[in-house]
């Protein structure tokens, strides 16, 4: 056997130039790959962050008709008191209650919908880091009645300065509308920009105030935990306790992300399988021309007594040093450059503008779980043995008599 | 002692095809234990065939052939292949050497397949190398040497394997005379001192020159055999 091993290994070296030609073909293809996979983990990893940290949390409790209707009605009773014994769990961070009031915001120049959310800065800040999202302004300072954080991008289309007034207008408790003036305290800019558009912040007692509600009294709790695998398990073991609540894990608040958290991962293989099939035709390839080429030297070695198995491990062994060498190769080159795109982040730059639109970050920092190394992996080993078999089969057909003959 | 280690009865090869040609037509043959045998002919007389046949390269058409006593007509293509490692040396025309093997190798390659231990193969290698006059190459690859020398090489791993009989097909057509006359010298004192048994295929007057028995093929039928 080691002796087979030893002809392999010095064959694949004596066309030096078309074997280096296959493993840089395989190292770079792999490099593309896996290179790819890592830019959409990053991409989906700080999506998935994102979306937890600045919008969702880890879970939110709501009355259960309010997510359907979205009506202030359907506000909980003693929210503070859920809000303190979520709290009570190890695991949690913070959480912020909130009051969610669908409103009509009406500046000089326009009015549209808008979607007015009551806070207590201080939770916000720690469940959602508002207050890292403010560009111009302050967080809730410097303006006593009614003041409102709007995003940079509202600002723009209704018109709006630092200390600009918009009358906000919403249903209380009783069905009445009431319209209510708010003072721009702060703009900010979350990176969403579907958020961006409809979302603004106000405090949460001015709203409780407006609507009609006691200061227990919210329609929103937003918990933020220190483990993302965690958060499907405690929400469900809080949905047990408190049945006539609706708990729901970030993943069911918004479904579409679930989907893309899954479909990417599937995504990232098939991209990384059409690579490594184009790849192995051209393993087979190169290996038919060297099996062809070295007719009668394989046809001397049956004549001389090696027998089939041995030839055609032979010729596996050397299409699998052609691969094995070029992908793990590839691998490597792939690893550190996602290290290094991963800590440098790559501007996407003008593409990035349109990413940020349907809230991606417009800078991407790669980065590929272990798990999908593993993958690929064994994705490029079963590449390597397919490529390996047909050229193997191929020597085998040999007639040795005439195979000798051959000049 | 004379032993036979070569018979062939009624020995055919026919190809078909447009024409039907006989390359192999009938052959009787009984090759003894020890002899210096060349089998001549014009081209396309049959030589290379007849030889592929008692090599166990090619199967008859009709007829038997039995080495030692071993019928090789109906043995299964991974038997065959077993059956040349244990007792058929092989040097071809043009040499056939392993290119990336070194003298060396080339020549304990088959011992490696015949599961020799080390000691026994480093000793034979040596020995064998020496008496076709390369020990000062033993580690030079066929890239690296004159055709005489690789075929010399050929000569030593074709011996390697301990066989009952080597089979050279042409083995100087690709030589100078000074090679052809070296070669010669070597197989004849093979045959002379170990008693191996040499069977050529050939058009060289040189080798038939050399030969103790010469078997002339005209048309795949056996017209001579001359014993000197």
Known sequence: MNQITKIAWRNIWRNRVRSLVVIIALALGLWAGTFTSGFYEGMMKQKVDDVIQSELSHFQVHDTAFRDELIVTHFMEDATEIQRSIEQNSNVISTSGRVIATSMMASANKTGGVKLIGIDPEEEKRTTQLDQKLQEGAYFEGIKRNPILVSRKMAEEYKLKLRSKVVMTFQ?????????????????????????????????????????????QYHQVAVLIDDH?????????????????EVLPWLDLAPGMRYMVEASGTFAYIIVAIILIALLFSVVNTMLMAVLERTREIGMLMAVGMNKSKVFFMIMLETLFLSLIGGPVGLLIAFGFIRYTGSQGIDLGAIGESYAEMGFSAVVYPQLGLSSYISITLMVLVMAIL?????????????PAEAVRKI | MEQLVIETKNLSKIYEGA????????????????????????????????????????????GSIRVNGVELSGMRENELIDFRLRHIGFVFQSYNLIPVLTARENTEF???????????????????LSEVG????????????????????AVARALASKPDFVLADEPTANLDSKSTANLLDIMARLNRDEGTTFIFSTHDQRVIDRARRVITLVDGKIVSDEQR
């Open chain 2, 110 to 128: 088959i011992m490696l397949m015949q599961n020799v231990d080390k000691a026994l193969r480093n000793e034979r290698v040596e020995k064998l």
């Open chain 1, 172 to 216: 209380d408790l009783n069905g009445e509308i009431v319209a209510s003036s708010f003072r721009v305290v702060g703009l900010y800019s979350s990176g969403n920009g579907m958020l961006d558009e409809v979302n603004a912040y106000a405090r949460r007692s001015d709203l409780q105030g407006l609507i009609g509600l006691a200061p227990e």
């Open chain 2, 134 to 153: 390369l020990s000062d190459k033993m580690d030079s690859r066929p890239s690296q040497l004159s055709g005489g020398q690789q075929q010399r090489v």
């Open chain 1, 387 to 399: 490529a390996a078999i047909y050229p193997a089969r191929k020597a085998l057909k040999l007639n």
């Open chain 1, 229 to 245: 695998q965690l958060a499907e398990s405690i929400a469900g073991s809080y949905q047990e306790q408190h049945p006539h609540l």
């Open chain 2, 19 to 62: 024409v039907e040609v006989r390359a192999v037509d009938n052959v009787d043959l009984q090759i003894q234990n020890g002899e210096f045998t060349a089998i001549v002919g014009p081209s396309g007389s049959g030589k290379t065939t007849l030889l592929n046949m008692i090599g166990g390269l090619d199967r008859p058409t009709s």
